[in-house]
């Protein structure tokens, strides 16, 4: 017996019902497992409860405490920084942390401010292996929200303050808030003992210079490696400075490039062929190691412009979504392309890669790396196209200028090009006149010489003599 047909829909259809609970069941639970607040993130992680309620204010950091800062710190390495930037709470409510600390044990500070004090710390051997952790550095801030300074663990700062430097300057961080604790037995008149703690992945640095002031962390490039390709480990650095341009003015940086070159050594510059004093590209290609970081401006042809859109990730935590590679070969490279990476073209501006694309552009930009990348070429040995390295300066800006060549100056070049090929033509047909004007010549004056056929004993005389005829 056949079953019916209204049963086996019936049992489609609450298939598919049950199908569709699920689905929405587990979306419900996507949505739920959602982190609400960093201290979700940091149980996650294995940083449970128990680690902050050990804190105790008021008190300097203990050996339990201190386990709890290491463990908060080794974890922060799988923090994604995009979320730490997300959640991070204005320096401002710190004055309430101090009152109530529990309420804000946990969350995350963005920190700005003068940087007093970098010492670094041996990390005791039973916590060294542990938390894979050597050294970790005691950085003192001063904030201008708050009267006393606030206190920094971290196990990342510059590599020029390695050494205890201080640095005297601007820097920052994205602060865990561990507790208040009396580090001093004394307070400064009109002060208070208890200071503010945090744990952080990093220092950051911002030095008193164009590129510090634009908001770039260039503790980050001690991460560069020149004459390779670009790591992971060097996005954050490739980013941070791509944002950093962005907040830059028009014009800001070719403002600042021009201000700078009378100022450079002699080695830093050359003069062109109309007395122009000019970035040199040597020390790019020649000293890169030492270039870093650095603003110059550069004029020549650009061989390619392409667009390249970056991961929603990094979309979302720097605020855009592509970027521009451009190669440039200027006077003095001697063919060898430079790299820039701008975020905005100017209007009209076309991009390509083809043979016959060349484009007059003028850049302002600081100085990446020296990157590797793979070309192909031709080998003379055996005519078959293999896989060379290419080296060449990267350097990232805001924008270009560019100079695209006038109406005025095509027309003229149309012009010229249009009489060239008339007189081109009126030669060819002069030569083809001349040619056929001969051949005429030649037929009339051997027409005019014919044998006279009526007198039979001259003929033989005839026709040796127009032998003769040249």
Request: charged share 25%; hydrophobic share 40%.
């Amino acid at each position: 017996m056949k079953p019916s047909k209204t049963v086996d829909i019936s049992v489609r259809i609450a298939l598919i019902a049950v199908v569709a609970a699920c689905l929405a069941f587990a979306a419900r639970k996507c949505s739920a497992q959602e982190p609400a607040d960093p201290r979700e993130v940091f149980r996650a992680l294995g940083v449970e409860d128990e680690y902050f309620d050990r804190l105790a204010d008021g008190l300097p950091i203990g050996r339990e405490e201190r386990d709890s800062l290491f463990r908060v710190m080794h974890r922060l390495r799988k923090f994604p920084t995009e979320k730490q930037k997300r959640w991070a709470m204005d320096s401002k409510l710190l004055e309430t942390a101090l009152v109530r600390p529990k309420d804000y044990r946990g969350q995350i500070f963005g920190l700005r401010g003068r940087i007093l004090d970098v010492k670094p710390l041996a990390v005791p051997k039973e916590d060294a292996e542990r938390y894979e952790m050597k050294v970790y550095y005691c950085c003192m801030l001063k904030l201008d929200s708050l009267v006393q300074p606030i206190v920094v663990f971290t196990e990342t700062v510059p590599r020029q303050w390695k050494n205890g430097a201080k640095p005297n300057t601007e820097g920052g961080a994205l602060g865990v808030f561990m507790k208040n604790a009396n580090l001093f037995s004394e307070a400064p008149p009109g002060e208070t003992n208890l200071m503010p703690v945090f744990a952080a992945a990093r220092i950051a640095w911002y030095p008193n210079n164009l590129l510090g002031r634009l908001g770039m962390d260039v503790g980050l490039l001690d991460t560069v490696e020149n004459q390779e390709p670009l790591t992971k480990e060097e996005s954050p650095a490739f980013y941070e400075m791509l944002a950093a341009v962005g907040r830059a003015q028009p014009g800001q940086l070719a403002d600042q490039a021009k201000a700078n070159l009378p100022k450079m050594p002699q080695k830093f510059r050359w003069t062109d062929s109309f007395g122009q004093d000019q970035y040199s590209i040597v020390p790019l290609f020649n000293d890169a190691q030492n270039q870093t970081g650095r603003l110059v401006m550069l004029r020549g042809t650009t061989r390619l412009v392409e667009k390249v859109h970056v991961e929603p990730e990094i979309a979302a935590e720097y605020g855009f979504d592509h970027y521009f590679n451009v190669m440039l070969v200027t006077a003095d490279s001697q063919g060898n392309p430079l790299t820039f990476c701008v975020l905005e073209l100017p209007e009209g501006m076309p991009q390509g890669s083809k043979t016959r694309y060349a484009e007059d552009i003028q850049i302002a930009g600081f100085f990446f790396k020296t990157w590797s990348y793979d070309v192909q070429v031709r080998s003379d040995k055996t005519d078959k196209t293999i896989t060379r390295k290419q080296l060449s300066p990267l350097l990232i800006g805001r924008s270009l200028v560019w100079r695209p060549e006038s109406p005025r100056s095509q027309t003229g070049l149309n012009t010229i090009v249009a009489v060239v090929f008339i007189a081109a033509m009126f030669a060819i047909w002069f030569v083809a006149w001349r040619s056929s004007r001969n051949s005429r010549r030649w037929v009339d004056q051997a027409l005019s010489k014919q044998p006279d056929f009526t007198n039979i004993d001259n003929l033989g005389n005839d026709i040796n003599e127009q032998d003769r005829q040249p």
